[in-house]
Protein backbone atom coordinates (compact mmCIF):
# COMPACT_ATOMS: atom_id res chain seq x y z
CA UNK A 1 0.00 0.00 0.00
CA UNK A 2 1.32 3.55 -1.23
CA UNK A 3 0.97 6.33 1.84
CA UNK A 4 1.16 10.04 0.76
CA UNK A 5 1.36 12.98 2.85
CA UNK A 6 0.95 16.41 2.05
CA UNK A 7 2.27 19.48 3.79
CA UNK A 8 2.74 22.57 3.55
CA UNK A 9 -0.86 24.58 2.94
CA UNK A 10 -2.11 27.24 4.92
CA UNK A 11 -3.33 31.08 4.85
CA UNK A 12 -1.50 33.64 2.15
CA UNK A 13 -2.67 36.48 0.55
CA UNK A 14 -3.78 37.23 -3.08
CA UNK A 15 -0.36 37.17 -4.59
CA UNK A 16 1.50 35.57 -2.64
CA UNK A 17 3.28 32.28 -3.22
CA UNK A 18 3.20 28.71 -1.22
CA UNK A 19 5.08 25.33 -2.08
CA UNK A 20 2.78 22.28 -1.27
CA UNK A 21 5.03 18.93 -0.24
CA UNK A 22 3.98 14.77 -0.67
CA UNK A 23 5.99 12.68 0.59
CA UNK A 24 5.34 9.06 -0.62
CA UNK A 25 6.25 5.78 0.83
CA UNK A 26 7.60 3.12 -1.00
CA UNK A 27 11.42 1.73 -2.93
CA UNK A 28 9.74 2.44 -6.21
CA UNK A 29 8.92 6.16 -5.73
CA UNK A 30 10.37 6.96 -9.07
CA UNK A 31 8.31 4.97 -11.28
CA UNK A 32 5.17 6.26 -10.16
CA UNK A 33 3.16 8.93 -11.91
CA UNK A 34 2.19 11.73 -9.87
CA UNK A 35 -0.93 14.17 -9.49
CA UNK A 36 -2.26 16.75 -7.95
CA UNK A 37 -5.94 18.04 -7.69
CA UNK A 38 -7.73 20.68 -5.67
CA UNK A 39 -11.19 20.31 -4.39
CA UNK A 40 -13.11 23.68 -3.15
CA UNK A 41 -16.17 23.48 -1.11
CA UNK A 42 -19.33 22.50 -3.38
CA UNK A 43 -17.30 21.15 -6.34
CA UNK A 44 -15.91 18.10 -7.54
CA UNK A 45 -12.22 16.95 -7.40
CA UNK A 46 -9.97 19.10 -10.02
CA UNK A 47 -6.64 17.94 -11.85
CA UNK A 48 -4.16 20.59 -11.00
CA UNK A 49 -1.00 18.99 -12.08
CA UNK A 50 0.83 15.81 -13.01
CA UNK A 51 4.23 14.78 -13.43
CA UNK A 52 5.06 11.27 -14.92
CA UNK A 53 7.75 9.01 -13.08
CA UNK A 54 9.76 8.08 -16.18
CA UNK A 55 10.53 11.21 -18.19
CA UNK A 56 9.15 12.76 -15.75
CA UNK A 57 6.98 15.03 -18.52
CA UNK A 58 4.47 17.43 -16.64
CA UNK A 59 1.18 19.15 -17.73
CA UNK A 60 -1.26 21.53 -15.82
CA UNK A 61 -4.55 22.33 -15.74
CA UNK A 62 -5.31 25.57 -17.91
CA UNK A 63 -6.16 27.04 -14.66
CA UNK A 64 -3.25 27.14 -13.28
CA UNK A 65 -0.62 27.32 -16.12
CA UNK A 66 2.01 29.68 -15.83
CA UNK A 67 1.72 29.70 -12.14
CA UNK A 68 2.66 26.77 -10.54
CA UNK A 69 4.98 24.23 -11.32
CA UNK A 70 4.89 20.30 -9.88
CA UNK A 71 8.50 18.68 -9.78
CA UNK A 72 10.01 15.75 -7.79
CA UNK A 73 12.56 15.02 -6.35
CA UNK A 74 12.78 10.99 -6.19
CA UNK A 75 16.02 10.72 -3.74
CA UNK A 76 13.41 12.01 -0.99
CA UNK A 77 10.56 10.32 -2.65
CA UNK A 78 8.66 13.63 -2.55
CA UNK A 79 7.03 15.50 -5.26
CA UNK A 80 6.37 19.35 -4.95
CA UNK A 81 3.75 21.52 -5.91
CA UNK A 82 4.80 25.35 -6.09
CA UNK A 83 2.54 28.15 -6.47
CA UNK A 84 2.67 31.63 -7.65
CA UNK A 85 1.07 34.61 -7.91
CA UNK A 86 -2.13 33.07 -5.70
CA UNK A 87 -5.70 34.30 -6.34
CA UNK A 88 -9.15 33.52 -4.27
CA UNK A 89 -10.24 30.78 -6.75
CA UNK A 90 -7.16 28.47 -6.00
CA UNK A 91 -8.59 28.31 -2.32
CA UNK A 92 -9.12 24.55 -2.21
CA UNK A 93 -8.17 21.69 -0.35
CA UNK A 94 -4.94 20.19 -2.30
CA UNK A 95 -4.35 16.54 -2.50
CA UNK A 96 -2.08 14.57 -4.45
CA UNK A 97 -2.16 11.20 -5.67
CA UNK A 98 -0.04 8.20 -7.46
CA UNK A 99 0.12 5.62 -9.72
CA UNK A 100 2.04 2.87 -9.94
CA UNK A 101 1.63 2.43 -13.79
CA UNK A 102 4.11 5.54 -14.30
CA UNK A 103 1.99 7.76 -16.32
CA UNK A 104 -0.37 10.64 -14.13
CA UNK A 105 -4.03 11.03 -15.12
CA UNK A 106 -6.20 14.07 -15.42
CA UNK A 107 -9.30 11.29 -13.86
CA UNK A 108 -9.26 11.09 -10.40
CA UNK A 109 -10.65 8.20 -10.65
CA UNK A 110 -7.60 6.61 -12.06
CA UNK A 111 -6.30 6.97 -8.71
CA UNK A 112 -5.99 4.56 -6.25
CA UNK A 113 -3.53 6.06 -3.63
CA UNK A 114 -4.41 9.79 -2.07
CA UNK A 115 -3.04 11.87 0.66
CA UNK A 116 -5.20 13.26 3.58
CA UNK A 117 -5.13 16.40 1.76
CA UNK A 118 -3.47 20.19 2.94
CA UNK A 119 -5.74 23.62 2.95
CA UNK A 120 -4.64 26.74 1.14
CA UNK A 121 -6.46 29.44 2.21
CA UNK A 122 -6.36 32.73 0.00
CA UNK A 123 -6.82 35.64 2.12
CA UNK A 124 -8.16 38.69 -0.73
Known amino acids: QVQLAESGGGLVQTGASLRLSCAVS????????MGWFRQAPGKGREFVAG????????RYADSVKGRFTISRDNAKNTVYLQMNSLKPEDAAVYYC?????????????????WGQGTQVTIAS
Open 97 to 113: AASRLGIFYTDPKRYAN
Open 26 to 33: GRTFSGYG
Open 51 to 58: ISGSTGST
